[in-house]
């Protein structure tokens, strides 16, 4: 897969809703009926983050459901991008970007949100190909007042800002001219998965799906 091939298959999956759902799911069991909990509420594009040992199966598990657009998370190395492949990612996340895991996902075929915080990183992706790229630890590293205006000098990267962000400040980067998205774990708390009440995580996403 070309770079370009890459940020517009990345490209699709930002466009899907204004928040991708960060995931931390430590028990399987509640891998389908979250993603079938979020896909209702009008999030289909979910990221499983690969720090827990059950992310891979539960990756397995949320491809099948109906309407989501499962990607793996917290990619860091080439072993765990052949992974998520093989348990079904149709896209990856990663919090930076190295030479290995970029070349990786194109030797794999797994569209890639790479990560980049300064300019100068958010250059050398761009400089590769990447037009559409993670912003992590969003508030952090500047946040939305940062994004603005990284965005007069460099307007054609794209970005979906994740980090720190909630219900609350998701408008100030959804109203910037290059947030395509933003990512969030707050749409999935750990309290609302452990007790399944999978009602209150719809009312989440329903809210979240809102906000544009
Ligand atoms: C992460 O990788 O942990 C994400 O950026 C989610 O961050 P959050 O928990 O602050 O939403």
């Known amino acids: 897969m070309t770079p370009a091939e890459q940020s517009a298959a990345a490209l699709k999956v930002c466009q ?39 992310a891979l199966d539960a990756i397995r598990a949320m491809a099948d459901v109906e309407g989501g657009t499962v990607g793996a998370g917290t990619l860091l190395t080439p072993a765990d991008v052949k992974a998520a492949k093989r348990a079904g990612a149709t896209f990856g996340v990663s919090p930076g970007a190295t030479d290995s895991l970029i070349k990786a996902c194109e030797d794999e075929g797994l569209p890639l949100l790479p990560g980049a915080v300064t300019a100068t990183e958010i250059m050398t992706l761009l400089e590769r190909g990447y037009t559409v790229q ?49 990512g969030g774990s707050w749409v999935a708390p750990k309290e609302a998965m452990a007790t399944g009440d999978w009602a209150a995580i719809t009312r989440l996403a329903a809210e979240a799906r809102a906000l544009r």
């Open 16 to 54: 899907l809703a204004p928040v991708v759902p960060v995931l931390v799911i430590d028990d399987l069991a509640h891998a389908a009926p979250l993603a079938k909990a979020l896909v209702a509420g009008g999030l289909p594009a979910l990221e499983v983050t690969l720090r827990t040992p059950v």
């Open 134 to 182: 993670k912003f992590f630890p969003a508030e952090q590293s500047g946040g939305a007042a940062f994004l603005k205006s990284i965005g007069s000098p460099i307007p054609q990267v794209k970005f979906c800002p994740t980090g720190g962000i909630s219900l609350k400040n998701a408008p100030d980067y959804l109203s910037l001219k290059n947030i395509l998205c933003v």
